[in-house]
């Protein structure tokens, strides 16, 4: 009966009808694959005493097993940043070579970091973004200092700089552990969140770039107090964006604290960071389209607008004041439409002036220039034309147009209050 058995199964492939070559066949499984994202705060996280670092490094890969053994990483830092802490390298190094200690006052053995390859500044900036080289530098780091799938590429510096060396790093062996250190308020409220990373084509935002979720994110507010003002400042606008869209108590908090915060009260800007982190991490997570397949992309209010911007001034205008003049731009084009109160309008632009952020800028005067840049957002986003606008604090609605004549009225009223 066994024999009769095994007989019958060993024969059953023979019984099955090969496809005919004229004949359609399919197949069409569906396939989930896990990921987990990790992000931290934290302040000072080269102290050797700090060990948020060393636990980044024995958090396995989803699904994998990590050899530490064979581990290497390299570092890529933001010039801007080694010009504010030049001391940066050499902190670095100790770091990872030093028996930290514990939280328990134990000792954590070495074999738990990496071997230390490389650090290396790379351009800062939007400049990061404008070509390959960056991240034509990167893959050849990799491939210099052996670092394989199961090491580490190490990120430290604003949006633009995680972009493009996490650009070469999730495409050096069809993806390299990337570890970002976010060291701009923008970077730290908003982009450092993103499971995304690109350069732009000319005057195009973004337009080379894949998703590829980092192996973990570090923010350390520390860095955030060597950022020039104009920097210090951008990030925020990110927070009203968000705070607009999610959370009516925050934009309440901010309005609030917006003089301190522009004064640079670390008491009152980072738990207004930490809160727009968390918001911007919880839409990627939790609102079902972390790789951005639908046409609509709430996360992006303002920034159809502020995109144009950035290439009509060949990225002079920084990302986030660009944010700043796009979230108020879409705010009164909400009020002129008749969708959203001009109280609620005003009290938006009021925000965005007392964080020392623009709403207007001259270049807005070329309308037809300005609303071509629809046309590429759409193309950016898939489908069909959708922007979100306003109904309220908190209360965005997707629209799928946008009139001029209704775009112009709402520009002239950036000078309301001025």
Known sequence: MIHGSIERS??????????????????????????????????????????????????P????????TNQRAIV?????????????????????????????GSKAGKHSLPELAMVESVIGGEAAKQSMNVTDRVIRAIDEHRIDRQSYVIAI????????????????HR??????????????????MAVKNAINLGPKKNFVGNFSFPHAVVCDTAFLQSTPDWSWAGGFSEAVKIALLRDQELFTRIERDAQAI??????AAIPVIIRSAELHYRHIMEGGDPFETHSARPLDFGHWLAHRLEGMTGGALPHGQAVAIGVA????????AGIMRSEDARRVVAVLRALALPVTHPL?????????????????????????????????????SIDPNILRTAIALTSRDA
Do not use: K, W
């Open 157 to 172: 510096g604003g949006g633009a700089v995680l972009d493009a060396v996490g650009f070469g790093a999730s495409i050096a």
């Open 61 to 68: 890969t989803s699904g994998a097993q990590s050899d530490s």
């Open 175 to 192: 993806g390299v552990r990337l570890v970002r250190l976010p060291t701009t308020t923008l970077a730290q409220d908003d982009a450092g």
């Open 10 to 59: 060993l024969c059953l492939p023979c019984s099955i009808t090969m496809p005919n070559a004229r004949r359609t066949t399919s197949l069409d499984t569906p396939l989930s694959v896990h990921f987990r994202h990790r992000v931290t705060f934290t302040h000072d996280v080269f102290s050797v005493t700090n060990p948020t670092l060393r636990s980044v490094f024995d958090l």
């Open 262 to 267: 522009a004064a640079r009260s670390m008491d």
């Open 76 to 104: 890529f830092v933001d010039s801007n940043v080694l010009a504010a802490t030049p001391s940066l390298p050499n902190d670095i190094q100790t770091y990872m070579t030093h028996v930290a200690t514990g939280e328990h």
């Open 364 to 400: 807005l005067s070329d309308i037809d220039r300005v609303f071509a840049g629809l046309a590429e957002f759409r193309e950016h986003l898939g489908g069909r034309l959708t922007i979100t606008l306003l109904r309220g604090i908190s209360d965005p609605i997707d629209v799928h």
């Open 329 to 336: 731009i879409d705010t009164l084009y909400s009020e002129c």
